[in-house]
């Protein structure tokens, strides 16, 4: 090879190797900064606050331009009640930072000046994280609230709108459609009031974090179709309409918010005749409290308007308006979530017969079988319904348990298979009736 070759050779390798020593550089740096995440990680868990931070300053020595990890350094000071260098490493992560950290890194230099008792300082530097959008929650709470003696919340980022919902289809029979008594069925001209069932369903949720609250909207929409002539009448579509609003509320065992679902049943949708709906409005004031990370109650007070629709013939004897009462206490029990609570609900509607008080008793099991990792939800419901103002005295006492085993796969596909039985007991004999169904469905998410 003559030296001119081998010139344009080296020239080549020198050129190539030029060209790629930024990004080998940067690809290094990375490295480097995630092998000491995973020391400082380990040193962290086991307490050992000195050794994350000799660690993290010998980093910072060869790499004083990572932002992270002077964070990382603020936050092991944080942790060794060395306030005044951490005050120090917080602001080297906001020298260093990119201009969409800073919030983060100014929020955390807030507290420690806070912890300091540099009220001045403080309200300066939370003034500044409210700036960014990620950080405006947490910042405008901490000034709202600020005094001296109180702990400053835990930095709260903003998280991005979200998108979710689904689709699904369910096939199954149901063994008494029209709800009828024994009594009632043996009087009727075709008594086959079973049926088979076909339903189809979607829903989509939307959740959005603002400044200082939190909204979101859910809708989902159903169909369910009878086929046998008798059932026909009761093929329905039915429609929910959910807005829910919250305010931020940080490391509070108490949270609250408010409810609002707009719900519409169209009945009769296939078969002749005329059709009718209900519809119902529910304002509700729902709260949690926490007693700790496996324990919480929570609470509902709904305000309910309902619309009846019926066939011109009929009277509107069920529309007027209930008020109610919902406790539910859930506990985390062996790694199983135990559900147990309490429903109240008075109605008053223009007809006599429908005036009427509720109490139930709603129980529920959810538990993970090792049988292909499905999940099991026994659920057991007790309302007892009671008539004041009925010609009859009318008193219904309705028992439901139900069973549902569910099977998620990571695609977002699922299936799903649910059983039900419902006893119905009343001192009017024609309101006496029992009903099993059981469906089998899949579902899409995404």
């Not at 983060?104 to 500044?128: D, G, R, S, W």
């Not at 998280?159 to 009828?180: A, C, E, F, H, R």
């Not at 709906?277 to 309902?306: C, H, M």
């Not at 079988?369 to 010609?391: H, K, V």
């Given at each position: 090879m003559n030296l001119s070759g081998l010139q344009n050779k080296l020239l080549v390798v020198f050129l190539i190797g030029g060209l790629f020593q930024p990004l080998s550089l940067r690809a290094a740096e990375e490295t480097n900064r995630e092998i000491v995440d995973t020391f400082v990680n380990y040193y962290v868990s086991q307490k050992q606050y000195d050794l994350a931070e000799a660690r993290l300053k010998k980093h910072l020595e060869d790499d004083p331009k990572d932002s992270e990890r002077w964070n990382s350094l603020g936050l092991v000071l944080m942790s060794l009640k060395r306030f005044t260098a951490a005050t120090e490493a917080y602001a080297k992560a906001v020298e260093t930072s990119p201009e969409k950290d800073k919030g983060v890194f100014l929020y955390n230099q807030a507290v420690a000046a806070h912890k300091l008792k540099n009220a001045n300082e403080a309200v300066a530097l939370l003034t500044e994280s409210e700036r960014y959008n990620n950080t405006f929650a947490s910042a405008r709470y901490a000034?709202?609230?600020?005094?001296?003696?109180?702990?400053?919340?835990?930095?709260?980022?903003?998280?991005?709108?979200?998108?979710?919902?689904?689709?699904?289809?369910?096939?199954?029979?149901?063994?008494?459609?029209?709800?009828?008594?024994?009594?009632?069925?043996?009087?009727?001209?075709?008594?086959?009031?079973?049926?088979?069932?076909?339903?189809?369903?979607?829903?989509?949720?939307?959740?959005?974090?603002?400044?200082?609250?939190?909204?979101?909207?859910?809708?989902?929409?159903a169909y369910s179709f009878y086929t046998v002539d008798a059932a026909l009448p009761y093929?329905?579509?039915?429609?929910?309409?959910?807005?829910?609003?919250?305010?931020?509320?940080?490391?509070?065992?108490?949270?609250?918010?408010?409810?609002?679902?707009?719900?519409?049943?169209?009945?009769?949708?296939?078969?002749?005749?005329?059709?009718?709906?209900?519809?119902?409005?529910?304002?509700?004031?729902?709260?949690?409290?926490?007693?700790?990370?496996?324990s919480k109650i929570r609470f509902e007070i709904p305000v309910r308007f309902q619309r009846f629709n019926p066939p011109a013939d009929a009277d509107n004897e069920q529309t007027g308006i209930a008020l109610g009462f919902k406790a539910n206490q859930n506990n985390m029990i062996w790694g199983e979530l135990f559900t147990g609570g309490l429903e109240f609900e008075r109605a008053w509607a223009q007809g006599t017969n429908f005036k009427s008080y509720m109490v139930a008793l709603p129980l529920s099991w959810i538990k993970g079988l090792p049988l292909w990792q499905l999940t099991s939800i026994l659920g057991f419901r007790t309302a007892g319904t009671f008539y004041t103002e009925s010609n009859t005295g009318r008193r219904d006492i309705v028992l439901n348990p139900t069973l549902v085993l569910g099977k998620g796969f990571k695609n977002k596909l699922g299936l799903n298979l649910s059983y039900g039985f419902t006893r119905s007991y009343s001192n009017v004999s024609t309101a006496s009736y029992e009903k099993h169904t059981l469906m089998i469905g899949v579902d899409y998410g995404f």
């Amino acid at each position: 090879m003559n030296l001119s070759g081998l010139q344009n050779k080296l020239l080549v390798v020198f050129l190539i190797g030029g060209l790629f020593q930024p990004l080998s550089l940067r690809a290094a740096e990375e490295t480097n900064r995630e092998i000491v995440d995973t020391f400082v990680n380990y040193y962290v868990s086991q307490k050992q606050y000195d050794l994350a931070e000799a660690r993290l300053k010998k980093h910072l020595e060869d790499d004083p331009k990572d932002s992270e990890r002077w964070n990382s350094l603020g936050l092991v000071l944080m942790s060794l009640k060395r306030f005044t260098a951490a005050t120090e490493a917080y602001a080297k992560a906001v020298e260093t930072s990119p201009e969409k950290d800073k919030g983060v890194f100014l929020y955390n230099q807030a507290v420690a000046a806070h912890k300091l008792k540099n009220a001045n300082e403080a309200v300066a530097l939370l003034t500044e994280s409210e700036r960014y959008n990620n950080t405006f929650a947490s910042a405008r709470y901490a000034l709202n609230h600020y005094r001296a003696d109180m702990e400053l919340p835990a930095l709260r980022i903003r998280n991005k709108p979200k998108w979710s919902g689904g689709i699904g289809s369910q096939m199954g029979y149901d063994t008494n459609v029209l709800l009828v008594s024994a009594e009632t069925l043996s009087a009727l001209i075709s008594s086959n009031t079973s049926s088979p069932n076909f339903k189809v369903s979607s829903h989509g949720e939307y959740h959005h974090e603002y400044y200082a609250h939190t909204v979101d909207v859910m809708a989902d929409a159903a169909y369910s179709f009878y086929t046998v002539d008798a059932a026909l009448p009761y093929n329905s579509l039915n429609g929910n309409l959910n807005f829910k609003w919250a305010p931020f509320q940080p490391e509070r065992p108490l949270t609250w918010g408010l409810k609002n679902t707009t719900s519409i049943s169209y009945m009769n949708t296939y078969s002749s005749g005329p059709v009718f709906y209900t519809w119902n409005d529910t304002l509700t004031y729902e709260g949690v409290y926490a007693f700790s990370g496996d324990s919480k109650i929570r609470f509902e007070i709904p305000v309910r308007f309902q619309r009846f629709n019926p066939p011109a013939d009929a009277d509107n004897e069920q529309t007027g308006i209930a008020l109610g009462f919902k406790a539910n206490q859930n506990n985390m029990i062996w790694g199983e979530l135990f559900t147990g609570g309490l429903e109240f609900e008075r109605a008053w509607a223009q007809g006599t017969n429908f005036k009427s008080y509720m109490v139930a008793l709603p129980l529920s099991w959810i538990k993970g079988l090792p049988l292909w990792q499905l999940t099991s939800i026994l659920g057991f419901r007790t309302a007892g319904t009671f008539y004041t103002e009925s010609n009859t005295g009318r008193r219904d006492i309705v028992l439901n348990p139900t069973l549902v085993l569910g099977k998620g796969f990571k695609n977002k596909l699922g299936l799903n298979l649910s059983y039900g039985f419902t006893r119905s007991y009343s001192n009017v004999s024609t309101a006496s009736y029992e009903k099993h169904t059981l469906m089998i469905g899949v579902d899409y998410g995404f």
